[in-house]
């Protein structure tokens, strides 16, 4: 006995007759004179509003070109002078003052390597674009200056990087632990080693350290 399925596969859809395509055409049109209708009360209605959206979007793709085309105009111009004054600290250090993005970390790093003045560390530490570059310039004066330096000063000095957010968060946790250990405070010194011992992040050369330390 043939199933439903098959009895329906048999059964072909009936041909509509002229009447009823032209009934359907009519539909159509008729549906299309509405929706026009209503799409046009609608435009009258928001016609303000409509064309207040379609300004203020031209507005800010406008901005964006213009903020794009200025951002890359100062980005050539600040490669041609940071050419420059590549080679001359003081001329690389009044670059960083004028520049607003990271190649002025990277003037001062130059420039440190060139007078070897600690004043510009500082200045790459307390006003660096980039944090990774402002960190690492507190490393290096702590490596200058920690020997007249306590503990406890070393430990503020370095709050900044007391962050996980810091690159350089474990490294600096060693050195304030190596700092309290310096100057006899054992137990202090055991809990910033246990920050580092208890880190599945930290790197393996600073918790091999860590361990033989604590």
Not at 16 to 31: G, S
Not at 63 to 86: P, S
Not at 148 to 153: I, L, V
Not at 165 to 179: H, M, T, V
């Amino acid at each position: 006995m043939a199933t439903m399925l098959e009895r329906n596969k048999k059964v072909k859809a009936p041909k509509k007759t002229y009447a009823e395509h032209m009934e359907d055409a009519l539909y159509r049109e008729v549906w299309e004179d509405v929706n026009n209708e209503k799409t046009l009360r609608f435009i009258k209605k928001y016609s303000k509003h409509i064309m207040a959206v379609a300004i203020g979007i031209l507005i800010i793709a406008t901005g964006i070109q213009i903020i794009r085309r200025t951002h890359q105009q100062n980005l050539h111009q600040d490669a041609r002078a940071y050419e420059m004054a590549a080679g001359d600290a003081d001329a690389l250090v009044t670059f960083a003052d004028n520049a607003s993005n990271s190649i002025a970390d990277v003037a001062l790093v130059n420039a440190y390597k060139i007078n070897s003045d600690i004043k510009t560390l500082e200045k790459l530490a307390d006003h660096g674009q980039e944090r990774d570059m402002r960190d690492w310039a507190r490393l290096q004066i702590v490596g200058i200056r920690g020997d007249e330096m306590s503990a406890s000063e070393v430990e503020t000095y370095l709050s900044e990087l007391n962050t996980t957010e810091s690159p350089y968060y474990y490294s600096a946790s060693l050195i304030i632990a190596q700092k309290y250990l310096a100057d006899g405070n054992r137990d202090v010194a055991n809990k910033w080693l246990d920050k580092i011992i208890n880190s599945a992040d930290a790197p393996a050369v600073i918790s091999g350290t860590a361990q033989t330390l604590r």
